[in-house]
């Protein structure tokens, strides 16, 4: 049977959740920036809730209760990779719903004329200069409804872009936080609701994995692993048997 599964498992109590780090180098605070942790929890039958963090250094670690004490100490983001294609907007951009910047700075001007083998090498990053009209709104840019559409549009037109985000530095979890529904804590970040979650990322393993066995690209399955693990996800791959058994056109 395929399988998609949690790395951690919401059904025991003790795995204490590990933040992921999502923060972008034009960010003057934190206020401004991506949501600062890639964070996913489950309820468990109980008096308690069981978290799932996602953390693909599994460096940090900070309290299972939102009322426990936490000192730990988190480490810088890590840095844009050097050399990345970055598509910056701004405010009139996502008002417009532009993609030309998108295309503009990656040379991607249709989802057909693409290079990926470029691509998964430099990465793709976005500096988002947003400005609010209330200097003093606390919302996360994922919680603004026209730059969550924005990115809506772009993920409509190029549904296999997740695979090519500079993943290290937190443009893969940034992205989904755009799609996702959640909510914000200020001591976890951005709070993923479990099941969109699930059916965000399932919806993109079958999209890049077919994408990039359709480009050429060796290891099509580690690829697409290794972009689930980065929110939390192993995948089986009895699932990829599956795909490969039932192509959704025939050859």
């Not at 920036?33 to 953390?55: D, E, L, T």
């Not at 939102?66 to 730990?72: A, M, P, R, S, V």
Request: with cysteine; glycine share 4%; hydrophobic share 35%.
């Amino acid at each position: 049977m395929a399988s998609i599964r949690p790395l951690y498992s919401p059904l025991s109590s003790m795995h204490r959740p590990v933040p992921f780090r999502v923060q972008s180098n034009s960010c003057k605070n934190h206020l401004d920036c991506a949501p600062s942790s890639a964070y996913y929890q489950s309820q468990h039958q109980g008096p308690f809730s069981v978290s799932v963090a996602f953390n693909p250094s599994g460096n940090y670690d900070f309290s299972l209760y939102d009322d426990e004490e936490d000192t730990t100490e988190v480490s810088p983001p890590i840095p844009p990779t050097e050399g990345r294609y970055e598509v910056v907007i701004d405010n009139d951009i996502i008002k417009l719903l532009d993609l030309a910047p998108f295309q503009s700075a990656t040379g991607i001007s249709s989802p057909s004329n693409v290079k990926p083998k470029e691509f998964l090498e430099r990465t793709i990053g976005f500096t988002i200069n947003y400005t609010k009209e209330d200097e003093y709104d606390p919302r996360e840019l994922s919680e603004f409804p026209d730059v969550r559409l924005w990115f809506v549009r772009l993920d409509a037109a190029y549904p296999w872009l997740p695979v090519l985000l500079d993943w290290r530095a937190g443009e893969l979890a940034r992205y989904a936080a755009m799609l996702v529904p959640h909510q914000m804590s200020m001591k976890k970040g951005v709070v993923f609701n479990p099941e969109a979650l699930e059916l965000f990322m399932m919806k993109k393993v079958f999209i890049v994995y077919s994408w990039l066995k359709e480009q050429d690209i060796p290891m099509p399955r580690l690829k697409t692993k290794d972009m689930a693990r980065m929110l939390g996800f192993g995948i089986g791959d009895e699932l990829f048997d599956l795909i490969d058994k039932q192509p959704t056109s025939p050859s």
